[in-house]
């Protein structure tokens, strides 16, 4: 019940893009995007409602397809800070707090 | 907003002690997360609270875990007769509403290690 994300890992030059995809089994409510950097809690990014619409931070943005049951992370012309391993969050609707599943992860660096 | 607050950062125990973790939630949220997250993991679901109440928890949580919320403010997870395998970040997250359209604030956890 884990969402998958994909790729496992990336190595990005300061000002590329790169997509994280999240990938679940189940029909999915809404998606979570967090980033977490090494020893520190995993900050929260974005939050996409089924029906919803694309959102955006900064040069981050998401998308969440429903019919598919995926969602994808959008990072353009990206930067040091930006480096970090990026989770998925899954809500199946249940709204309680065992429905609720973190993705496997993707680790993003970026060098200068 | 001054955050989800845990204590204490760091623990090392011996095996077969028990330990206690406190989580400080941010003020206004009535809904309290526990996680365990390994390394190179995401973070695993161990138990939830609304208020006072715990409305859930995960069936890969052993006996030997227990988590409180009294008054529905601070709450403590302590773990019985610790195990090797327990070492973990303890994660402590926090919403104002439930996960379907909340985001989960995060303390910066307790590294627990048992030798």
């Known amino acids: 019940q884990q969402p998958v994300q994909s790729p496992q890992a990336v190595i990005l030059r300061e000002g590329e893009d790169a997509v994280i995809n999240c990938s679940s089994s189940?029909?999915?409510?809404?998606v979570h995007w967090y980033r977490q950097k090494h020893g520190e809690a995993p900050v929260f990014l974005m939050i996409l409602l089924k029906g919803g619409e694309q959102k955006g931070h900064e040069k981050i943005s998401a998308s969440f397809n429903e019919k598919k049951q995926q969602s994808s992370l959008y990072l353009t012309a990206s930067q040091l800070s930006y480096s970090g391993t990026y989770f998925c969050?899954?809500?199946?609707?249940?709204?309680?707090?065992?429905?609720?599943?973190f993705g496997t992860g993707t680790s993003l660096t970026v060098i200068p | 907003d001054t955050g989800v607050s845990q204590n204490p950062r760091h623990k090392i125990t011996k095996r077969g002690q028990n330990v206690t973790f406190r989580c400080d939630p941010i003020?206004?949220?009535?809904?309290l997360y526990w996680y365990r997250q390994t390394l190179g993991q995401g973070p695993e679901f161990l138990t939830y609270f609304q208020n006072e109440a715990q409305l859930e928890k995960s069936r890969l949580l052993s006996d030997r875990f227990s988590a409180e919320r009294p008054k529905g403010s601070f709450s403590t997870l302590e773990i019985q007769r610790t195990e090797q395998g327990d070492s973990a970040m303890y994660l402590c997250a926090s919403s104002l509403l439930g996960t379907a359209n909340s985001p989960l604030h995060f303390g910066n956890g307790t590294r627990l290690t048992v030798t």
């Open positions: 189940k029909a999915l409510y809404s």
């Open positions: 003020s206004e949220h009535n809904r």
């Open positions: 969050g899954t809500d199946t609707g249940q709204n309680t707090g065992n429905q609720f599943y």
